[in-house]
């Protein structure tokens, strides 16, 4: 019955703390929102784990009843978390998206004023890339390296080409 309750706890708090860090490190691998280091969601899965795991233990041990109450309360907050930071990422992103394509509409009127600047190009050919336009960017980045043939821009335009 012990060595059960100890596995149970331990399963339990181990999928709970992995929930926990994959929900923190969405923010950088689907959102591009800066990372969050691996060793900070380690460390809060750590403390999660730790805390789940002795808590699960003490409720199965002294009142198993409650025992499915309490996971069913755990598994709630996890998702109420989800949901509140799945939505604070996309408010970012929507963000960041509006920004950037400010960023094109300014870089297009200073493009229109000196269309020899092969920097504005550059810049643009970024945004475009970074706002999921391959096919702009990749014509920006044929104007950069046309206008300045450096290497930089010939690998640039060698790395969007692939």
């Known amino acids: 019955m012990l060595i059960g309750t100890i596995f149970y706890a331990?399963?339990?708090a181990a999928a709970y703390a992995w929930a926990?860090?994959?929900?923190?490190e969405r923010r950088d691998r689907k959102y591009g929102q800066g990372a969050v280091s691996s060793a900070?969601?380690?460390g809060a899965g750590l403390y999660v784990f730790a805390f789940v795991f002795f808590s699960n233990l003490l409720i199965v041990s002294?009142?198993?009843?409650?025992?499915g109450l309490y996971?069913?309360?755990?598994?709630?907050?996890?998702?109420?978390?989800?949901?509140?930071?799945?939505?604070?990422y996309k408010v970012r992103a929507r963000r960041v998206r509006h920004?950037?394509?400010?960023?094109?509409?300014?870089?297009?009127?200073?493009?229109?004023?000196?269309?020899?600047n092969a920097s504005y190009y550059e810049r643009l050919s970024e945004v475009?890339?970074?706002?999921?336009?391959?096919?702009?960017?990749l014509e920006t980045a044929r104007?950069?390296?046309k206008l300045e043939p450096t290497v930089r821009n010939h690998w640039r335009l060698k790395g969007l080409e692939d």
């Open 10 to 12: 331990g399963a339990f």
């Open 20 to 24: 926990l860090t994959w929900i923190l």
């Open 143 to 145: 104007m950069a390296a």
């Open 71 to 88: 996971a069913g309360a755990l598994i709630t907050a996890l998702a109420g978390f989800c949901l509140y930071k799945e939505s604070v």
């Open 128 to 137: 475009y890339e970074n706002l999921g336009d391959k096919k702009k960017a």
């Open 99 to 116: 920004r950037r394509r400010a960023e094109v509409r300014l870089l297009e009127k200073y493009i229109s004023k000196d269309p020899g």
């Open 40 to 42: 900070d969601a380690l």
């Open 62 to 67: 002294t009142k198993p009843a409650y025992a």
